[in-house]
């Protein structure tokens, strides 16, 4: 059973801080590519963050870079997104996703990613 559970969501004000958490099942976290995307109402999702569970490599989008952070915990498979700063226009619907076609890819293009979390609400006021 493939799973990507993600949670952490909240409200928070301008310049506050939340860390979102995704948990994935063993069958997909352990060497593959994991990414973090944001989806505003209406619009495509967009790549926030991605990261190689194999040796913790990671990319951001330039937007978030400095002040997201995406770290691993291969205990419990799980992938967090530490975001600093936030702004109001960062508030949208944040998914995990893993890409295991192209792991070391890193890449921030959704579509190329083959299973998605359910999302968790993140609101900046």
């Known amino acids: 059973d493939v799973q990507l559970v993600e949670s952490g969501g909240g409200s928070v004000q301008a310049g506050g801080s939340l860390k979102l958490s995704c948990v994935a099942s063993?069958?997909?976290?352990?060497?593959?590519?994991l990414g973090w995307f944001c989806q505003l109402p209406g619009k495509e999702r967009e790549g926030v963050a991605a990261?190689?569970?194999?040796?913790?490599?990671?990319h951001y989008d330039a937007s978030v870079k400095g002040r997201f952070f995406v770290t691993q915990d291969d205990a419990i498979s799980t992938i967090y997104l530490r975001m600093n700063d936030l702004k109001p226009e960062e508030t949208a619907m944040y998914y995990c996703?893993?890409?295991?076609?192209?792991?070391?890819?890193?890449?921030?293009?959704?579509?190329?990613?083959?299973?998605w979390g359910q999302g968790t609400q993140v609101t900046v006021s």
């Open positions: 996703a893993a890409d295991t076609h192209y792991p070391c890819s890193l890449t921030l293009v959704g579509g190329l990613y083959n299973y």
């Open positions: 063993q069958n997909i976290y352990s060497r593959n590519g």
């Open positions: 990261i190689y569970t194999g040796n913790g490599a990671d």
